[in-house]
């Protein structure tokens, strides 16, 4: 009998949420892997705040399957889609029409479908520098900024972190030639420069951010312990339900500002409502309610 009851709920559940899609517009997030995913709860609330009647849903995409889940999900009407790992930069390929922030990312995770076809974004910058602006009060303009890492993450932020005219950014990989070409490709928009890790031992920065996965299982990047100026920041933008191994390291080093790439999701996420919907929602209220059930 439980397991009957059991079956009865799930067929329900599943009902309601396809009655709901097929009802509402449809939005989605596709990724591989996506059962963590707090997208869905993310515009669900912006959606009760700006009062916009939509679905939001995650879907599991296999590797090699991006281009048939977007045309399945454009022929059943869908209205937007987020692009999450691994598939940002096959989304940028798969598109239409892409904006310049995704032009020169050469990634998109953020996609609005229309009566002309695909156009493709790139959010993440946007999320990235207004976390940091209007959350945490900091100022890019005229500032060192360290990025750590060479890969799509760093490459999808730096430029809207150029446009916050920053003094100088270096990027910092491990491979000291991913850095120099990740310069050189930005090098039009402002001024940034690569190096190894082995070149940050007396350099200070006033601001420092982590684009690497490695601080996910506790790894770091080598860092002098003098790395930081007297006040700097610190970022991470991955984030955990716990202080990544980068925001402990911050914290140890005497940083006055460390946090974690959960306030750069919602805002990235804000800024992509806003391309679907024509509405800007408060991140404030969303970020704090996500804070308390980590």
Not at 67 to 84: C, P, Q, V, W, Y
Not at 90 to 107: D, F, N, P
Not at 113 to 138: M, Q
Not at 203 to 226: E, K, W, Y
Request: overall charge negative; some cysteine; charged content about 20%.
């Amino acid at each position: 009998m439980r397991s009957t009851k059991r079956y009865y709920l799930c067929s329900s559940v599943f009902i309601c949420g396809w009655i709901l899609g097929f009802l509402m517009d449809r939005y989605a997030v596709m990724g591989n892997p996506i059962a963590h995913s707090k997208s869905p709860e993310i515009h669900t609330h912006f959606a009760q705040q700006t009062r916009q009647d939509l679905f939001y849903e995650k879907i599991l995409v296999p590797e090699d399957g991006l281009d048939g889940a977007i045309r399945a999900f454009i022929e059943s009407g869908g209205k937007g889609l987020n692009i999450t790992v691994p598939f940002k930069e096959q989304a940028w390929r798969l598109v239409t029409r892409r904006s310049e922030r995704a032009e020169r990312a050469g990634a998109v995770n953020t996609i609005v479908i229309g009566p002309s076809g695909t156009f493709g974004d790139n959010t993440d910058g946007v999320g990235l520098v207004r976390d940091l602006h209007d959350n945490h009060g900091v100022v890019l303009a005229d500032r060192r900024i360290l990025l750590l890492g060479a890969g799509g993450a760093a490459r999808g932020v730096l430029p809207t972190l150029l446009a916050a005219t920053p003094a100088e950014i270096v990027v910092a990989n491990r491979t000291e030639d991913r850095a120099h070409g990740l310069a050189e490709a930005f090098g039009d928009l402002g001024a940034i420069r690569g190096c190894g890790f082995d070149d940050l031992p007396g350099q200070r920065f006033q601001l420092v951010i982590n684009a690497t996965s490695a601080g996910i299982d506790g790894r770091l990047p080598p860092l002098p312990d003098d790395l930081l100026a007297d006040g700097a920041a610190c970022m991470d933008m991955f984030y955990a339900s716990e202080p990544t191994a980068f925001v402990r390291w911050a914290m140890d080093h005497g940083a006055a500002k460390a946090v974690d790439g959960l306030g750069m999701l919602v805002e990235q996420a804000a800024e992509a409502f806003y391309l679907w919907r024509g509405v800007r929602p408060e991140t404030a209220p969303v970020i704090e309610g996500l804070r308390q059930l980590e």
